[in-house]
């Protein structure tokens, strides 16, 4: 058996093209193109440094982890240089699986607990399993007495995913970030891990509520620059509930910021809030992650006449009932249609609330909750029931939104 057990010695190729993740322009990679790079000469790495992958080359040794792996295999032991993640690199762990060629050494036991995916891939990774033993069979690369597994996906997705299995993502007492949420859904959906699938929609869901009258930070504008984001994260996920908040936010945003592109929508890493939430690593995202695919940038753009032409129905004129012009009713004064006419220019019209064509929700509310009608001369009995009139065209509005994603 030869003394180099990887099967891949292309060592020049830069990892990002090799593996066809081109359109990520924020990543980091490991930095080394020689990582693969495998030498009896030099010697694997104990610990990693904090802040870049740790490399071979820094050349601290582990003997003992070299005499364990050669006493439990009985294979030739070969030395590693690649990028072990400072994080999530165990010294006793028995499997390593490589993303965007960082590699990540963790239990396999756990993994596949988890996950039918990891189940299925490690079913040869357990202790005393791992070495490929058979020259004539496919050639299995081995490090460190540990199989190698490669995943094609992200190396921040997978990191969310060990945070929450080995690290703190599930028991910290800060509000998690929509960055660590979206990326542990997407590892959580992609790789089988059905449990922290839920947990992480569960808690997107808080913030991004399909309950018109939820208090999420969502509906109060705080989560405006994901909306796209969470768009392409539902799609891609299947997580269905949170396209409706999501396209109403797009819709309700881009009058604000009309000329709003997937480039001007992408967030900044470093925002205030960023710093107060937990982020499972620094906070990077590509273009990707917030480009609107073609049909629903469609339908973002027919919610967007929708919204307006609705609100511009309801705003236009006052509401026209005919308990309004009841008789009996209005006995004592003008009747409530002849007030609304009156006052409905100043109330409504001129307002600077109206202007936001594309809110009809909040503006409806405002309607509804924001307007003392009898204060300006309008009936009890007529004020309640034009603000059940109003909080209906407010659901129904909400309701259409479902219809049309
Ligand atoms: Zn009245």
């Known amino acids: 058996m030869s003394s180099s057990d990887t099967s891949d010695s292309d060592a020049s190729t830069h990892p990002e093209s090799r593996q066809g993740h081109a359109s990520i322009s924020t990543d980091k990679s490991p930095k080394s193109h020689q990582s693969r790079k495998r030498t009896t000469a ?209 819709v309700n945003r881009s009058v604000r910021d009309p000329d709003c592109t997937p480039t001007q929508v992408l967030p900044s890493a470093s925002s205030n809030t960023d710093n107060l939430e937990y982020n499972h690593e620094t906070v990077q995202w590509s273009v990707d992650d917030f480009r609107l695919s073609y049909d629903d940038a469609n339908t973002l753009n027919a919610l967007f006449k929708y919204a307006a032409v609705k609100w511009r129905d309801y705003s236009s004129k006052p509401l026209s009932r005919d308990f309004l012009s009841d008789k009996a009713r209005h006995k004592k004064g003008p009747s409530c249609d002849q007030v609304l006419k009156r006052i409905w220019h100043s109330l409504v019209t001129e307002s600077t609330f109206a202007d936001d064509v594309h809110d009809p929700i909040s503006n409806l509310k405002k309607l509804a909750d924001g307007i003392d009608w009898e204060g300006n001369g309008v009936c009890a009995l007529c004020a309640d029931q034009c603000r059940k009139i109003w909080r209906e065209q407010r659901h129904h509005i909400w309701s259409v939104l479902t219809s049309s994603i």
């Open 42 to 250: 030099s010697r694997p790495s104990a610990s990693g440094d904090t802040s870049t992958p740790n490399h071979g080359s820094t050349s601290i040794s582990d003997n003992n982890n070299q005499k364990r792996a050669k006493m439990e295999s009985n294979t030739p032991v070969v030395a590693f240089t690649g990028a072990k993640h400072e994080k999530f690199w165990f010294d006793d762990g028995n499997v390593i699986i490589r993303v965007e060629d960082w590699h990540f050494r963790v239990y396999s036991a756990l993994l596949r607990s988890k996950s039918v995916f990891f189940a299925g891939l490690l079913v040869d990774a357990q202790p005393g399993a791992a070495i490929d033993i058979n020259p004539s069979g496919p050639r299995k690369e081995v490090i460190m007495g540990c199989r190698v597994f490669e995943l094609q996906g992200k190396k921040r997705h997978f990191t969310a995913l060990l945070d929450a299995l080995f690290g703190s993502l599930l028991t910290t007492e800060k509000p998690i970030s929509y960055f660590t949420l979206s990326c542990l859904l997407r590892a959580a959906h992609r790789w089988g891990f059905p449990e922290y699938e839920v947990w992480a929609r569960t808690r997107l869901e808080r913030d991004w509520s399909s309950d018109l009258d939820s208090d999420s930070r969502c509906m109060s504008g705080a989560l405006d620059r994901y909306a796209a984001g969470v768009i392409v994260l539902a799609q891609e996920c299947r997580a269905s509930e949170l396209l409706r908040p999501a396209f109403y936010r797009l």
